[in-house]
């Protein structure tokens, strides 16, 4: 079946795109599990281009980023991290993963005043989360001292 551009689909169309989505999604999950980030990155990439409206695609696909970015460094792939969390806040400012990815991309790019900021923001939204915590203490007791 040949789907025009997203803004002309039809109810059938959108669920098998939602579908689609959801599958390259799990694809990307694997990839990303066995370590192989930029698979995961393409694989989200994908799904993006069917439902750009899943903060977990762009939560995701920050993940696969960071990884990439810890082994090369590589500054772009650092700041479409911080794009991708960006994306998953304006979609769901209330989920707090979506503050932490913000968080730590904005680590990544040695941003620490605003990185802390963004942990702080998750951890207001769960504040008994134990992962949300340290990574607010060890921004604010390592960098901004």
């Known amino acids: 079946m040949e789907m025009g551009p997203p803004d002309q689909w039809h109810k059938e169309e959108i669920e098998a795109a939602k579908a689609r989505a ?3 999604k799990n694809e990307g999950n694997r990839a990303l599990v066995a370590g192989d980030h930029a698979a995961a990155v393409a694989k989200y990439t994908e799904a ?3 439902d750009d409206g899943d903060k977990a695609f ?8 960071l990884a990439l970015f810890e082994a ?3 500054a772009d792939l650092a700041r479409g ?10 979609l769901d400012g209330a989920w707090p993963k979506a503050h932490y990815r913000r968080g730590t991309a904005l680590m990544a790019l040695d941003d620490y ?7 702080f923001d998750a951890l207001k939204l769960d504040e008994n989360n134990e992962g949300l915590k340290k990574a607010l203490q060890a921004v604010s007791y390592t960098h901004l001292r």
């Open 48 to 50: 993006l281009a069917l």
């Open 113 to 119: 005043e605003e990185a802390a900021t963004a942990f």
């Open 22 to 24: 959801a599958a390259l």
């Open 72 to 74: 090369s460094k590589d």
């Open 58 to 65: 762009f939560s995701n696909r920050a993940t696969a980023r």
């Open 81 to 90: 991290a911080l794009a991708d969390a960006d994306a998953a806040v304006a």
